[in-house]
């Protein structure tokens, strides 16, 4: 296993248990942490091919790192803001007791 | 001669260091740097302990500690058996592991910022290429573990002053990272050695420190208004007073845990002291062109007195401010102020040398200043107009 | 070597996050998965990225969501499992989109070993580029930086209630 094909899989795996909490736990916060922890697979992936591949000067990877970064802190605060008022409204943050507006 | 008494130390170090075999020789120079952090940093600790009592004693018009030893200087030794001999009471509805790791994580990160601290002419453990991000990244590690502190505890009161302590924190990080941002923006670099030696320099007998320009005066002011409040000391310590919340926090803590509190966050504030006097006060140069022969770790560890004492006639003279109070004045009033100190870095940057800069950088840092802090107190407020009419 | 405790360390922290019922244990496992992934950009060589993510992630966004969960607790705790009730098809697609991307990485040039240099960046190249080539990124993420942090206040601020 070269050292790319490893940061590749663990970016793999971060993702797939991200996308697996997200998916499966009830509470709105939890699916959040999904999320990030997604987005920061993503992350490591740029950051590997940042490392191992081809033009490594041009610095994409790293810039396209910065960027999501920031990105995803300003999704985690709008998100905590929107689970809070959802709470505020409903007392409950389990998103299968939010489906007032299905049928 | 003066050569040798200043790198001391460095040349102590490498003749250590040659008995070792060529392989494991950084390994050991970085063994032997931590060790001697560890010790000195210690120590430093144990005699603040001291003169923090003595000296708040004297301003309040009372002795300090003064039974054990001579003037009572052999009084942490003291301290430091109680605190060791204490029972370590847990409470039942605490979260044992959390528990415990909270003050063994702070003092791990407390100790790990003095890496990139440049004590002298060649001395720093870790010269990082972004030496002043690696500190500040460090400490809001600290914030995580004053949360786990206050929340593991099961306490109301713990839990109210961890989420106190975290806000206070939060909103002062960022005047204290907009005031390095100037200096950094000054010295064109994040490693804390090349900060310091664009400090290093004199003209005529006066040094080039940050400190004696009106956006470094400006810069330093803010840093340690900032570094008062993210270290939790008075007039910031609200969330550990005494007489507000019982201890905060750390209320539940007892025997060795509570001295490893004690110790993160005394450790915190020599580091942040650290810190400002290698932006601000020009680290280990000395300040005047003729008084160079001394040391340079000598002065390092003087300006770092010289802080300590300042923070300790500060908490003895100002009263605690309230949370709304110190949450307005750094939303409010820090934070406009450090982005005027940056606009008017960049204007001292592009202005030719002489005295049309200092009066057009004094005014930008002045003027505002002084209505700022008018507006605030009369209490002027952005909302919409409401007319009274005549009935 | 180093490499595989830190790998090892992040997916015990992820997996810790999202199985943990206390939702306080599992932000600090979520912690403890962000900071090996910092050792993981540190030992790769990208300093900033690292001590970012570090500032950012560890000392915002967990703080972040920590204070979320303390206000929006409920009174006891939950009796019901927790698990969304179809759990057993969204494991499934996690499951099977983890064997794909492993297949494809198995399958590509990224297997075919290589080495190759530890590139540079240092801080004066990572400036260049930020003021330079994205400068207009840089800008548009200062916006929405802006944007989010008004927004998010606006959205969970108390409703002022209109005297009469």
Same mark, same amino acid.
């Given at each position: 296993?070269?050292?790319?094909?490893?940061?590749?899989?663990?970016?793999?795996?971060?993702?797939?248990?991200?996308?697996?909490?997200?998916?499966?736990?009830?509470?709105?916060?939890?699916?959040?942490?999904?999320?990030?922890?997604?987005?920061?697979?993503?992350?490591?992936?740029?950051?590997?091919?940042?490392?191992?591949?081809?033009?490594?000067?041009?610095?994409? !990877?790293?810039?396209?790192?910065?960027?999501?970064?920031?990105?995803?802190?300003?999704?985690?605060?709008?998100?905590? @803001?929107?689970?809070?008022?959802?709470?505020?409204?409903?007392?409950?943050?389990?998103?299968?007791?939010?489906?007032?507006?299905?049928? | 001669?003066?050569?040798?008494?200043?790198?001391?130390?460095?040349?102590?170090?490498?003749?250590?260091?040659?008995?070792?075999?060529?392989?494991?020789?950084?390994?050991?120079?970085?063994?032997?740097?931590?060790?001697?952090?560890?010790?000195?940093?210690?120590?430093?600790?144990?005699?603040?302990?001291?003169?923090?009592?003595?000296?708040?004693?004297?301003?309040?018009?009372?002795? !300090?500690?003064?039974?054990?030893?001579?003037?009572?200087?052999?009084?942490?030794?003291?301290?430091?058996?109680?605190?060791?001999?204490?029972?370590?009471?847990?409470?039942?509805? @605490?979260?044992?592991?959390?528990?415990?790791?909270?003050?063994?994580?702070?003092?791990?990160?407390?100790?790990?910022?003095?890496?990139?601290?440049?004590?002298?002419?060649?001395?720093?453990?870790?010269?990082?290429?972004?030496?002043?991000?690696?500190?500040?990244?460090?400490?809001?590690?600290?914030?995580?573990?004053?949360?786990?502190?206050?929340?593991?505890?099961?306490?109301?009161?713990?839990?109210?002053?961890?989420?106190?302590?975290?806000?206070?924190?939060?909103?002062?990080?960022?005047?204290?990272?907009?005031?390095?941002? $100037?200096?950094?923006?000054?010295?064109?670099?994040?490693?804390?050695?090349?900060?310091?030696?664009?400090?290093?320099?004199? $003209?005529?007998?006066?040094?080039?420190?940050?400190?004696?320009?009106?956006?470094?005066?400006?810069?330093?002011?803010?840093?340690?208004?900032?570094? $008062?409040?993210?270290? +939790?000391?008075?007039?910031?310590?609200?969330?550990? !007073?005494?007489?507000?919340?019982?201890?905060?926090?750390?209320?539940?803590?007892?025997?060795?845990?509570?001295?490893?509190?004690?110790?993160?966050?005394?450790?915190?504030?020599?580091?942040?002291?650290?810190?400002?006097?290698?932006?601000?006060?020009?680290?280990?140069?000395?300040?005047?062109?003729?008084?160079?022969?001394?040391?340079?770790?000598?002065?390092?560890?003087?300006?770092?007195?010289?802080?300590?004492?300042?923070?300790?006639?500060?908490?003895?003279?100002?009263?605690?401010?309230?949370?709304?109070?110190?949450? +307005?004045?750094?939303?409010?009033?820090?934070?406009?102020?450090?982005?005027? +100190?940056?606009? $008017?870095?960049?204007?001292?940057?592009?202005?030719?040398?002489?005295?049309?800069?200092?009066?057009?950088?004094?005014?930008?840092?002045?003027?505002?200043?002084?209505?700022?802090?008018?507006?605030?107190?009369?209490?002027?407020?952005?909302?919409?107009?409401?007319?009274?009419?005549?009935? | 070597?180093?490499?595989?405790?830190?790998?090892?360390?992040?997916?015990?922290?992820?997996?810790?996050?999202?199985?943990?019922?206390?939702?306080?244990?599992?932000?600090?496992?979520?912690?403890?998965?962000?900071?090996?992934?910092?050792?993981?950009?540190?030992?790769?060589?990208?300093?900033?990225?690292?001590?970012?993510?570090?500032?950012?992630?560890?000392?915002?966004?967990?703080?972040?969501?920590?204070?979320?969960?303390?206000?929006?607790?409920? @009174?006891?705790?939950?009796?019901?499992?927790?698990?969304?009730?179809?759990?057993?098809?969204?494991?499934?697609?996690?499951?099977?989109?983890?064997?794909?991307?492993?297949?494809?990485?198995?399958?590509?040039? @990224?297997?075919?070993?290589?080495?190759?240099?530890?590139?540079?960046?240092?801080?004066?190249?990572?400036?260049?580029?930020?003021?330079?080539?994205?400068?207009?990124?840089?800008?548009?993420?200062?916006?929405?930086?802006?944007?989010?942090?008004?927004?998010?206040?606006?959205?969970?601020?108390?409703?002022?209630?209109?005297?009469?």
């Amino acid at each position: 296993m070269t050292p790319l094909s490893s940061c590749l899989l663990l970016s793999a795996l971060l993702f797939a248990i991200g996308l697996a909490g997200a998916l499966m736990r009830r509470n709105a916060i939890l699916m959040l942490i999904g999320i990030e922890l997604m987005l920061n697979a993503a992350n490591l992936n740029f950051i590997a091919f940042w490392r191992y591949g081809p033009n490594p000067e041009v610095l994409t !990877g790293m810039m396209f790192v910065i960027f999501s970064i920031g990105v995803a802190a300003a999704e985690a605060a709008v998100g905590l @803001a929107l689970i809070i008022l959802l709470h505020r409204h409903t007392k409950t943050t389990d998103i299968d007791e939010v489906n007032a507006m299905r049928g | 001669m003066g050569e040798t008494a200043d790198q001391f130390f460095v040349i102590l170090q490498h003749r250590i260091v040659d008995h070792a075999p060529a392989n494991l020789r950084s390994f050991f120079s970085s063994l032997l740097s931590v060790i001697a952090i560890l010790v000195v940093f210690a120590l430093l600790f144990a005699i603040t302990t001291v003169l923090e009592r003595k000296g708040l004693g004297r301003i309040q018009n009372r002795y !300090g500690p003064n039974r054990v030893g001579p003037f009572g200087i052999l009084q942490p030794i003291a301290d430091g058996i109680k605190s060791l001999t204490k029972e370590d009471i847990v409470p039942q509805a @605490a979260d044992k592991v959390v528990h415990f790791l909270a003050p063994v994580m702070l003092v791990l990160a407390a100790f790990s910022l003095y890496a990139v601290l440049p004590f002298g002419r060649n001395m720093v453990l870790a010269n990082l290429d972004a030496g002043v991000l690696f500190f500040f990244a460090v400490s809001s590690v600290m914030e995580l573990t004053i949360f786990m502190a206050g929340w593991s505890s099961r306490n109301k009161y713990s839990l109210l002053g961890a989420m106190r302590a975290i806000a206070q924190m939060i909103s002062y990080e960022v005047p204290l990272i907009l005031a390095s941002i $100037t200096v950094i923006m000054a010295a064109g670099s994040l490693s804390t050695v090349a900060i310091v030696e664009k400090q290093a320099g004199y $003209t005529g007998i006066f040094p080039h420190w940050f400190v004696f320009t009106p956006w470094g005066f400006a810069g330093f002011v803010l840093f340690m208004i900032a570094a $008062t409040a993210e270290s +939790n000391r008075s007039p910031f310590d609200l969330p550990e !007073g005494e007489s507000e919340i019982i201890a905060g926090y750390y209320t539940e803590y007892s025997g060795f845990k509570f001295a490893l509190f004690f110790l993160g966050e005394y450790l915190g504030m020599f580091a942040i002291s650290g810190l400002g006097i290698t932006l601000f006060w020009g680290g280990w140069s000395a300040p005047f062109s003729f008084l160079t022969w001394v040391p340079s770790y000598f002065w390092f560890f003087a300006k770092l007195l010289t802080m300590i004492a300042i923070f300790i006639w500060v908490r003895g003279t100002l009263p605690r401010l309230r949370m709304d109070q110190l949450m +307005n004045f750094a939303w409010k009033f820090m934070l406009p102020m450090a982005l005027l +100190n940056l606009v $008017t870095a960049g204007v001292w940057r592009f202005l030719p040398q002489g005295v049309l800069r200092w009066l057009v950088c004094g005014l930008l840092v002045v003027v505002p200043y002084v209505l700022l802090g008018r507006g605030l107190a009369q209490g002027w407020k952005l909302e919409k107009r409401v007319y009274r009419f005549a009935e | 070597m180093l490499f595989t405790i830190f790998a090892i360390l992040t997916v015990a922290g992820a997996v810790a996050a999202m199985s943990l019922r206390n939702l306080i244990h599992s932000v600090l496992a979520l912690t403890l998965a962000f900071a090996g992934l910092a050792a993981v950009y540190l030992q790769l060589g990208a300093q900033f990225i690292g001590l970012a993510q570090i500032l950012v992630y560890v000392g915002a966004v967990a703080i972040l969501i920590v204070f979320a969960i303390l206000l929006t607790r409920d @009174a006891g705790a939950s009796p019901q499992s927790i698990v969304s009730s179809s759990w057993i098809e969204s494991g499934t697609v996690a499951l099977v989109i983890f064997c794909v991307l492993a297949w494809a990485i198995h399958h590509s040039a @990224a297997s075919r070993p290589a080495v190759l240099p530890q590139p540079e960046a240092s801080m004066q190249q990572i400036g260049n580029v930020l003021m330079l080539r994205f400068a207009l990124p840089l800008e548009i993420v200062g916006v929405l930086l802006t944007v989010a942090l008004i927004g998010a206040v606006t959205l969970a601020m108390h409703e002022k209630q209109e005297k009469q």
